[in-house]
């Protein structure tokens, strides 16, 4: 299993706010490394959806948006539109196993 | 702009060896560090490797420690996956991506690898 833990599916209604959850230890999130979030669509380059926890790369909507507290880290999503249906990943860096890690994904159905 | 093109993927029997490259441009190579990162069919993402951008510093995931080795040429603006000793969980879409910090900022569509007797 990843050593980051997402919920493996969450669902919306057009218009509704989700939030992902993204939880570590105290090797990784928990000790201070910053999350990340990527939206990929399958067959596609994954994107930079936040970095540094929080941070919205040019061009990414503000109905994204990253928080993070303690061993866990959340992606909200408001405004739910059916082009945000897409596979999510949170990302980190583990020190315990020295290199980067994912969550296990998250795949965003809009109803 | 970025680009990032993989090749060298392909079919590979049990045990053999494959070398996967990762073409760069719109960006001064050698000045970041460099990951591959897989997708096994069905499944999420998982970090492989990563190397620092003077070569020089090398990390990979224990699931490949002293099977794969990753490297760079900067004079060719090209990294590298070399792969020994594959194994049918080896098979996935292996995509080359380009740091900023300790996130990626630019992928690759990536190469299969596809391991089968």
């Known amino acids: 299993q990843s050593v980051l833990t997402q919920p493996p599916s969450v669902s919306g209604a057009p218009g509704q706010r989700v939030t992902i959850s993204c939880t570590g230890s105290s090797s990784n999130i928990g000790v201070g490394y910053d999350v990340h979030w990527y939206q990929h669509f399958p067959g596609t380059t994954p994107k930079l959806l936040i970095y540094?926890?929080?941070n919205r790369p040019s061009g990414v909507p503000d109905r994204f948006s990253g928080s993070k507290s303690g061993t866990s880290a959340s992606l909200a999503i408001t405004g739910l539109q059916a082009e945000d249906e897409a596979d999510y990943y949170c990302q980190s860096y583990d020190n315990s196993l020295s290199g980067w890690v994912f969550g296990g994904g998250t795949k965003l159905t809009v109803l | 702009e970025v680009q990032l093109l993989e090749s060298g993927g392909g079919l590979v029997q049990p045990g053999g060896p494959l070398r996967v490259s990762c073409a760069a441009s719109g960006f001064t190579f050698s000045n970041y560090a460099m990951s591959w990162v897989r997708q096994a069919p069905g499944k999420g993402l998982e970090w492989v490797s990563t190397i620092s951008g003077n070569g020089v510093y090398t990390y990979y995931a224990d699931s490949v420690k002293g099977r794969f080795t990753i490297s760079r040429d900067n004079s060719k603006n090209t990294l590298y996956l070399q792969m020994n000793s594959l194994r049918a969980d080896d098979t996935a879409v292996y995509s080359c991506?380009?740091?900023?910090?300790?996130?990626?900022?630019?992928w690759g569509q990536g190469t299969l690898v596809t391991v089968s007797s």
């Open positions: 540094g926890n929080s």
């Open positions: 991506a380009k740091h900023s910090g300790y996130y990626y900022d630019s």
